[in-house]
């Protein structure tokens, strides 16, 4: 069985790569090294031209990918008719999934839930956005890869995910 890697790059549109976006670079640059038909990227309904990850990538530029993504210049189609045209697609998520339902198997990196374990560090709306999501975005998902085995362990101690549903990356 082949599958699709549909790599979702929302965080290569922060300013300043650090963390969610480092890992998201990283990501890109792997999957640009694989065969084209071996994956995707996308950002919410759109797929994004594979030609405009490279020059992000490059540029490491979210500012120059905000303007790509304004211009559509960065835009490939949609993101559900070519996961219909893929005989399995997988979705990638670094962060949180900017769409649900649209690949047959989803995976997604948590970083950490200090969004609800220290929600003094951040902005209320980062708080309620996560939070609204979390749940949603867990339960949907194939495979959880953690960046620790403490996020691990809070995935399991405060959200009741089944430890063999996770994986410490």
Partial sequence: MTHTVFVE??????????GIPNVTLNLCRYWLQQPDEASRFFLGPYVIDRRAIK???????????QT??????????????EARRCPTPVGLFPNVKSVQ??????????????????????HP???????LTILRDLGTNARTFCVSQATAQDLTTYLD???????VC
Avoid: C, W
């Avoid at 790059?9 to 650090?18: A, D, K, N, T």
């Avoid at 993504?69 to 490939?76: P, V």
């Avoid at 709306?125 to 939070?131: G, K």
């Fill in 9 to 18: 790059v929302g965080p290569l549109q922060e300013l300043r790569y650090s």
């Fill in 55 to 65: 020059t992000v990538v490059a540029a490491r530029s979210g500012g120059l990918f």
């Fill in 68 to 81: 790509m993504l304004a211009s559509k210049q960065a835009i490939g189609g949609f993101a559900a008719n």
């Fill in 101 to 122: 339902g649209l690949f047959d198997l989803s995976f997604q990196i948590v970083h950490d839930l200090s969004f609800l374990l220290s929600p003094e560090f951040h």
């Fill in 125 to 131: 709306d980062t708080i309620a956005h996560h939070a």
């Fill in 161 to 167: 995910v089944p430890a063999d549903r996770i994986t």
